[in-house]
């Protein structure tokens, strides 16, 4: 809990002070509001019903609602704000595998006993993560750059 709590705070100050520098107020609500929509249906497969993983006990937990709340939306903020959208497609990989590393170190993190962890799995092993994070990073890029295409059509519309 000692993780959940300390990483709440960390990961919003960054993304707040230094995140906010390169994404708009519309993105950054539209990057929240996502994320936690889609981490709370991802979870209500993963979590609920194959029983995969939980947050603190199994079952509906409103601590757990925390992270899905609080703690992976800045974390997504800080992602697409420093992705390298016009860097070189190798870049832009390798910059998904750094934060892929980023996850699975968090969550190896994450699983230490209370009262630092807060996370544990059921049959889901960590090393799937290096397979899903980025599949997850992807769907996020995607969904951005709609968010963006949607904003210049928007704005392209009341300038005519």
């Not at 520098?21 to 509001?33: E, F, S």
């Not at 939980?54 to 079952?59: N, P, R, V």
């Not at 968090?106 to 209370?114: F, G, N, R, V």
């Amino acid at each position: 809990m000692i993780l959940l709590f300390s990483s709440i705070i960390l990961f919003n100050f960054i993304a707040f002070k230094f995140a906010k520098n390169r994404l708009t107020y519309n993105q950054i609500l539209h990057i929240w509001c996502f994320t936690t929509s889609f981490q709370v249906l991802f979870d209500l497969f993963m979590e609920y019903k194959y029983g995969a993983y939980w947050y603190f006990d199994k079952g509906v937990d409103w601590l757990g609602l925390l992270a899905h709340i609080f703690l992976i939306p800045p974390v997504n903020m800080m992602f697409l704000n420093w992705y390298p959208s016009k860097s070189t497609l190798i870049k832009q990989l390798l910059y998904i595998i750094f934060w892929t590393c980023f996850v699975v170190i968090y969550e190896i993190t994450a699983i230490l006993p209370e009262p630092i962890g807060f996370f544990y799995l059921g049959w889901w092993e960590i090393w799937y993560d290096i397979f899903v994070a980025p599949i997850l990073f992807v769907i996020l890029i995607v969904y951005f750059k709609l968010i963006l295409i949607l904003e210049k059509m928007l704005l392209d519309s009341r300038s005519t």
